[in-house]
């Protein structure tokens, strides 16, 4: 039955509309599938200026977080359609509405993204709405006219014995419509330059204030080591000497022997005063430097230690508190490593690049390094955070174990 | 005895002044700065020269500097190097020009009138000095060590006194056994350090204290 049999050039042709059509569905799809989206966009081009207006007068204060929060939302849900539309991911960046309602409030209002959705209401439910009718339009249009000029062309074609050449026309120019309404949405709805820097700033805000409080943490503790300790400790012995004194005269053996007392008490005082003075800022470091005092920590240690301490010798010195926090960190790392870690080698490096000291402490030992089993690494942390520095501790069982300390340096 | 003394804390300086001239000694020169301890030396030549590390005019470690360049300029000359710190690498730096007439003590141990004269005595009279705190410092870290792991703990002990320039009846004394075990002690540590007899036994002794502070036993 020749009627039935295949007719190459034809179907190609049916197949190249039938495309064309579908092609054009889903983009009249993904525009129609809006148009909830943009009557809800419809009011809230009124809700959010509303809302504004009366926070304006106080009373409308606490609705304007929930407003933005809201539009956060909606802005949410296009952004991820139009993003699967255009095959991209949209990034979502706000900042987080937070705290007492003054905070939210100001967060609210500050963000750029707020302002960015809020442009993003008119153009989502007008560009909507018109591409819709216009798209539908162009349905009624596209359909007769493509398939009539398919159809010409293609019985040209085949009766000069060449492939069709000819391409839908109307039908294209949805996708062309769609594409462009999803790309509008992209491109508003798009954190801004402005509003990753906002997202920095918050970022850097909080790590600063990790760092203040790190560093209040650091200074009660000198003030609780000195006045509890050595202070009260010299008040004691002021005491023994006073009873000496008094003693001095009627009873030489019991003077003598709270002589005895204040001296091994002015000793104790002397050696705890030594070790304050040792976690406030080591003293080899003012004699000899980062590197030189590495040198020593390094000559102590009963494992070999591969030392590259160029970066810190050259150039300017690095703030006192960033030396000091270097140092305690390769003490540290060097103890756990002779203590725990059976390794025959170590090495220490440094690197200094962009602002940053990077400390790099390794060994081949046999890894499996638990930083709770210990309180040493937890000091470190502590240090290291007064710093706005990072400590990241790797050590897979086996080994090798590697701690890696950043610092910013200032240079 | 003789005695140059560097300081920069006028208090602590005139106590020290009248610490040794009430024991007997004469003070030569007490200077208050780094720059101020070679010429004083070269001048006076004293007996002994005892020294502070942190002094004017940068603050930092003037005063071993000082006493490094001292021994390689007056290598007879005894130096007694004094700190409100220690740290084992400055013990090792002073002692690698050998360990003839050299200390190196605490602040603190001054106020041990008894015991800082003795340790005078044995500076001068060419011995080694080292304050028990670098000497707890370098147990605590080279425990590993290998000539360390063949001495009992006894062995380890008598040669931890040894370093602090203790003789053998303090030793004994101080450790409750008798002179005769401390000697057989002493024996056991130059045998398993491998060190030959013919050097006398006061060398023997700082070279067992070099092998102890992990140096080469070569030298000095």
Same mark, same amino acid.
């Given at each position: ?411 | ?32 700065? &780094?720059?101020?301890?070679?010429? *004083?030396? /070269?001048?006076?030549? =004293? +007996? %002994?020269? @005892? !020294? ?10 003037? &005063?071993?500097?000082?006493?490094? *360049?001292? /021994?390689?300029?007056? =290598? +007879? %000359?005894? @130096? !007694? ?24 003590? %605490? ?114």
């Amino acid at each position: 039955m020749p009627e039935f049999e295949p007719q190459p050039d034809t179907e190609e042709d049916t197949s190249r509309l039938g495309a064309a059509v579908r092609d054009a569905r889903d983009a009249s799809a993904f525009l129609y599938m809006g148009l909830p989206m943009a009557v809800v966009c419809f009011f809230g081009c009124f809700v959010v200026p509303a809302s504004l207006f009366f926070t304006v007068f106080l009373i409308g204060a606490p609705a304007w977080p929930e407003v933005v929060r809201a539009l956060r939302r909606l802005a949410g849900h296009e952004r991820v359609r139009a993003g699967a539309f255009l095959g991209t991911t949209v990034p979502e960046q706000y900042l987080p509405l937070d705290g007492s309602l003054s905070d939210r409030f100001r967060l609210a209002m500050t963000d750029p993204g707020t302002w960015r959705d809020a442009l993003w209401l008119p153009v989502q439910t007008l560009s909507v709405m018109l591409l819709s009718l216009l798209t539908l339009l162009l349905w009624l249009v596209g359909l007769p006219l493509d398939g009539v000029r398919l159809g010409v062309a293609d019985a040209v074609a085949r009766r000069r014995g060449v492939p069709s050449r000819a391409e839908p026309l109307v039908l294209n120019l949805q996708r062309f419509l769609a594409e462009r309404q999803a790309s509008w949405t992209v491109n508003l709805l798009r954190p801004s330059e402005s509003s990753r820097l906002a997202e920095r700033v918050a970022e850097l805000s909080e790590s600063r204030a990790g760092a203040v409080e790190a560093h209040s943490a650091e200074l009660r503790r000198i003030e609780r080591d000195l006045h509890d300790g050595v202070q009260a400790q010299l008040v004691a012995l002021s005491l023994r000497i006073g009873l000496a004194k008094q003693q001095l005269a009627k009873d030489p053996e019991a003077t003598r022997a709270r002589l005895d007392e204040a001296q091994e008490g002015i000793e104790r005082v002397l050696a705890d005063l030594r070790h304050v003075v040792r976690t406030v800022y080591p003293p080899v470091l003012t004699d000899r430097g980062l590197a030189g005092a590495v040198r020593a920590l390094a000559a102590g240690s009963s494992i070999p230690v591969d030392l590259q301490v160029s970066v810190v010798e050259s150039g300017h010195r690095l703030p006192a508190s960033v030396e000091a926090a270097a140092y305690f960190v390769i003490a540290e790392g060097l103890t756990n490593i002779r203590k725990h870690s059976r390794a025959t080698k170590s090495s220490v490096r440094f690197q200094r690049s962009d602002g940053q000291l990077t400390i790099t402490v390794t060994d081949d030992g046999r890894g499996g390094a638990d930083e709770h089993a210990g309180s040493g690494l937890v000091g470190i942390r502590r240090r290291v955070a007064a710093l706005d520095g990072t400590a990241t501790l790797t050590s897979p069982v086996g080994g090798p174990t590697e701690l890696k300390v950043e610092l910013p340096c200032g240079s | 005895m003789r005695i140059v003394i560097a300081e920069d804390n006028a208090l602590l300086r005139e106590g020290m002044v009248l610490l040794l001239s009430s024991n007997g000694h004469s003070v030569e020169a007490s200077v208050g700065a &780094g720059p101020e301890i070679l010429p *004083a030396l /070269r001048n006076h030549r =004293p +007996d %002994l020269a @005892v !020294l502070d590390v942190r002094l004017p005019p940068s603050f930092r470690d003037e &005063g071993l500097r000082a006493a490094l *360049a001292a /021994r390689r300029e007056l =290598p +007879d %000359l005894p @130096v !007694l190097v004094l700190s409100q710190y220690v740290e084992e690498t400055y013990a090792a730096e002073l002692l690698a020009h050998g360990a003839k007439g050299v200390g190196y003590l %605490l602040k603190d141990r001054v106020g041990r009138v008894d015991q800082f004269l003795e340790a005078l005595e044995t500076v001068a009279g060419g011995g080694t000095v080292l304050d028990p705190e670098v000497v707890t410092q370098l147990l605590s870290r080279q425990v590993a060590a290998r000539p360390m792991r063949n001495l009992s703990p006894r062995e380890q002990e008598v040669l931890e006194l040894m370093a602090q320039g203790k003789a053998n009846n303090a030793i004994s004394e101080q450790l409750v056994i008798t002179e005769r075990a401390v000697s057989k002690h002493i024996r056991n540590i130059f045998d398993k350090f491998n060190l030959p007899p013919e050097g006398g036994s006061v060398h023997r002794r700082v070279l067992a204290v070099l092998t102890y502070l992990g140096h080469d036993i070569q030298e000095s």
